[in-house]
Structure formats: structure tokens, C-alpha cells
């Protein structure tokens, strides 16, 4: 407590005779411009033309997860630029950033760096010049949008009043590079973390985002039937593991119709089904795989334990065996993205005084999943929705399609979305914890 009032005090004289965060900051006035003033900030040519060359540079040289050594080495590149301190290598090659007081408060803003193994087909200027590797989910637009809030901040650093994280993740596209960030240590002190990420579905300068489970968790699973094999015209001397399959796949979806309520959102999908090469043959084994997701860890666990009950079980029937693989070391599970209820109506504000309360949307879940989800299991987080959307581009393909395209004119608005929910965190809760002593607040 006197620690922080020291500090409070010690900020308020810091303070510059024009600092942008404005000298009434610590009045709902002056907090409630702070985003508008980031915004025009970040809608500057000059920094709106870096991120777009930034993101430009990215999206030639697509790296995959863990191997974002390019990426990463620019974004360094950037940091030493500005003079912002990072740690390096953080889960191979992550880059954990800081900017501010080096003292508590501490909030984290995040991106993600790595790209998909897909062909790009769109035909522009700036294609990916890796053939088989595209950024089809907007990575490269993220980690620009991040190095832009960076640049703001780092320019009004003398103006924050706890320290900035940043956080350059590798590896969202099912390589846990989150969970690893975490693993890594370098977050323990960190009070609240935002994410954000591009949508082709919500226009451009809009955000959509709710409060609670907003992603889903998820798993995957391989199962191989075994029989025994032998003519298709003499079943009665084999053990037919296609029909146990058939089976298997029907009973799997009972799962969800029969066992789950109807008003919690499970879904069980088998996407991979192979045996048998011949009309003729019955074959030895048959192999099928898939992905379970529910918005709750425990509904989650629930459904993998259910998965390999049913698989087994059914196999058993037609006097086959089964075995179920849930490659818990390749992908572990992934838990559900559950926003922060407080941090969901701090974003509503910070948002709605950038944009207008009219372009801050709710958002249905999605069964969709996304790592920011760990950092959420370890500190308050919160995650959104930023709009591309722009009747001037025309149609816009959703992420991990080979026609992805990226709005640019949505890179302002994340880079300011990012700085003012960092800033604004940072002063509010200084506020929080000074306010309650009524002397500080005669002195303020
Ligand atoms: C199933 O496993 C049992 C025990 O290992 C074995 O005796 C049996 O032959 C197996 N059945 C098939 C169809 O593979
Ligand atoms: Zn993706
Ligand atoms: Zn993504």
C-alpha cells in the first residue's frame, strides 16, 4: 500500500506539460480520451506505413511454429530500433518484450508469429515467397499491430505507470507456443493479458468479443480396430473390423445427442477414416480419427473418457479390439478461452471510448479453438475480435482459406487497441488501489 501511494505520487510529478495521456489522466475525463488519442496516433502516415511494411515483410516469408527465426529476428530488429528491452529466446523463438516502470502494476499484450503450411492463391505484390507456407491467419498483421502499439508506447513511456509486456508468442497453430511462454516463467507477475485477432466477419473498425467461454477447448484422438482378415464372401472365418468402425463412428455420436445437455455446446467429429483397399477383402485392421471440443475443461475431459469407453467397447462388440490414442504429448488438450468478466466490461469501455459503444459487439462462442487460452488459465485475460471487414475489398475469405487477405486499414486500430488497453490497465489500477485512502485522494 504505501508503496503505491509513493508511487502514484511519483508519477503524478513526472508528468510532462503535454504528455498525450494528458495531465487530467487520472480524472474520467482524461481517461475516457486516452483511446481516441492512441487511435490517431497509431492512424499516423508515417506509423500506419511501417506496420503495413512490417506486415507486408512478414507475409513474404511465412515461418511455421517454432520456426519463426526470421520473424522473430525482425521483431528484435524493431525492439533494438526503438531501444525496448526483451528477453530472447523465450520457447524457442519467442520474445517477451517490457516497456514502462519496470515496476508492478504489469499487464501483457500478446501476437502470434507463425504461419500455416498451406499454398497462398492469392496473386498480389507481396505473395508469400514460400511455396507451401502461408501467414492464412492473419499472424503477420498481429505481430504488426503489436510492434505498433510498442512504438506508441515506447514514445509516451515516461506517461506509464506500471510496466508493459510484450509478448511475441510462436507457434498458435497447435504448437501450444502459449503454454509455453508460460512455462517459461517469464509472465509470473503479470496482472491481466489482451489478445486480439482478426475477422473477415465483423467490419472494419468494429470489435466482437463476450464475456466467459468465447472458444472452445479441444482434443484430438486416433483409434486402430483390429479384426482379422479374410474373402468378403466368407465373413463367418474373418472378425470384420469395418463394421465394428461403422459402429464405432455412429456410437460416437451418441455421445453429445444422448448424454450431454442439449443447451451445453459439445461436438464430436470423426474426419479420418482408413481401411480396406480391395471390393473383396475384409481387411485386418481399420483406422479412424478425430476432435472433440466443449467450452468447459471438465466437459472436455468428460468427452475424451467417454471417446475411448465407447470406442472400446463398441469395438468389443464385434469381437474386435481397439486401442485409443489421445497424443496427449504431440497436442495436448487444449483448455477453453474464458474471458475475464471484469476485464470483458473494462474492454467494453476502453473499446467504446475508441470506437463508439455501437461498435463494440457481443460475440457468439465459436468452436474454434485458440492457445491464448492457457495464458487465461494462469492470469486474467480477455480476448476479441477485431474487425477487416470493408465493402471496398470486396468478398473476404475467412482465416486458413488460401484466399485470406488482410484489411490494412484495420492495423491502426488493433496497434491503438493494444496501447489503450495496456495504458488505461495500468492507471486504473493504480487507481484502484489509491483511491480507497481518502488523504490521496484530497492530495490528487
Ligand atoms: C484381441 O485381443 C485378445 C487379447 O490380446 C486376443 O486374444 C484376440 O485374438 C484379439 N482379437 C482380435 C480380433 O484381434
Ligand atoms: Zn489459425
Ligand atoms: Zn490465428
Redesign the pocket.
Known amino acids: 500500500m504505501e508503496f503505491m501511494r509513493v508511487s502514484v505520487l511519483l508519477v503524478l510529478s513526472l508528468l510532462s506539460p503535454t504528455p498525450i495521456l494528458s495531465d487530467s489522466c487520472f480524472s474520467s475525463n482524461g481517461l475516457s480520451e486516452i483511446p481516441k488519442k492512441l487511435l490517431t496516433l497509431a492512424q499516423k502516415p508515417e506509423l500506419f506505413d511501417w506496420m503495413v511494411g512490417i506486415r507486408r515483410k512478414i507475409h513474404e516469408n511465412p515461418e511455421l511454429g517454432y520456426e519463426e527465426f526470421e520473424t522473430s529476428k525482425m521483431i528484435r530488429a524493431e525492439l533494438d530500433k526503438m531501444g525496448i528491452a526483451y528477453k530472447y529466446p523465450i520457447a524457442v523463438t519467442g520474445v517477451v518484450g517490457s516497456i514502462g516502470t519496470g515496476k508492478p502494476p504489469l499487464v501483457a499484450i500478446r501476437a502470434d508469429m507463425d504461419a500455416l503450411a498451406m499454398q497462398e492463391m492469392v496473386e498480389w505484390e507481396h505473395k508469400s515467397k514460400i511455396p507451401g507456407k502461408m501467414h492464412s491467419c492473419g499472424h503477420d498483421a498481429h505481430v504488426a499491430m503489436l510492434l505498433g502499439a510498442a512504438k506508441i508506447l515506447k514514445e509516451h513511456e515516461k506517461d506509464l505507470q506500471g510496466t508493459i509486456v510484450l509478448v511475441f508468442q510462436p507457434a498458435e497453430e497447435g504448437g501450444c507456443g502459449a503454454k509455453k511462454i508460460l512455462d517459461a516463467g517469464v509472465l509470473e507477475n503479470v496482472n491481466a493479458i489482451f489478445g486480439l485477432h482478426v475477422a473477415n466477419h465483423i467490419p472494419l473498425a468494429e470489435v466482437a468479443s463476450r464475456s466467459g467461454p468465447f472458444f472452445a477447448g479441444s482434443g484430438f484422438f486416433e483409434a486402430t480396430i483390429?479384426?482379422?482378415g479374410g474373402h468378403a464372401a466368407l465373413p463367418h472365418h474373418a472378425?470384420d473390423p469395418i463394421l465394428a468402425a461403422s459402429n464405432v463412428v455412429s456410437s460416437l455420436q451418441h455421445i453429445v445427442s444422448r448424454e450431454v445437455d442439449p443447451l451445453d455446446s459439445q461436438v464430436v467429429t470423426v474426419g479420418k477414416v482408413q481401411g480396406g483397399e480391395a471390393f473383396n477383402v475384409i481387411p485386418d485392421s481399420v483406422t479412424i480419427g478425430g476432435t472433440f471440443r466443449a467450452f468447459s475443461m471438465e466437459s472436455v475431459l468428460q468427452l475424451k473418457q467417454r471417446i475411448e469407453e465407447v470406442i472400446i467397447g463398441q469395438a468389443t462388440v464385434q469381437?474386435?479390439?481397439a486401442t485409443v490414442n489421445f497424443f496427449e504429448d504431440e497436442k495436448p488438450l487444449s483448455p477453453p478461452l474464458v474471458n475475464h468478466e471484469e476485464l470483458h466490461a473494462y474492454f467494453q469501455n476502453v473499446a467504446g471510448d475508441m470506437l463508439g459503444a455501437h461498435k463494440v459487439k457481443d460475440h457468439p462462442p465459436i468452436m474454434g479453438g485458440e492457445d491464448f487460452a492457457y495464458y487465461q488459465e494462469a492470469i486474467p485475460g480477455f480476448f476479441f475480435f477485431l474487425g477487416m471487414k470493408d465493402e471496398r475489398l470486396g468478398y473476404m475469405d475467412s482465416p486458413h482459406s488460401p484466399y485470406f487477405r488482410i484489411n490494412e486499414d484495420a492495423l491502426p486500430y488493433g496497434a491503438a487497441l493494444h496501447a489503450s488497453l495496456a495504458v488505461r490497465y495500468l492507471i486504473e489500477t493504480q487507481q484502484e488501489v489509491a483511491l480507497p485512502k481518502q488523504e490521496i485522494r484530497d492530495e490528487l
Do not use: Q
Open positions: 483390429s479384426g482379422k472378425v469381437r474386435c479390439n
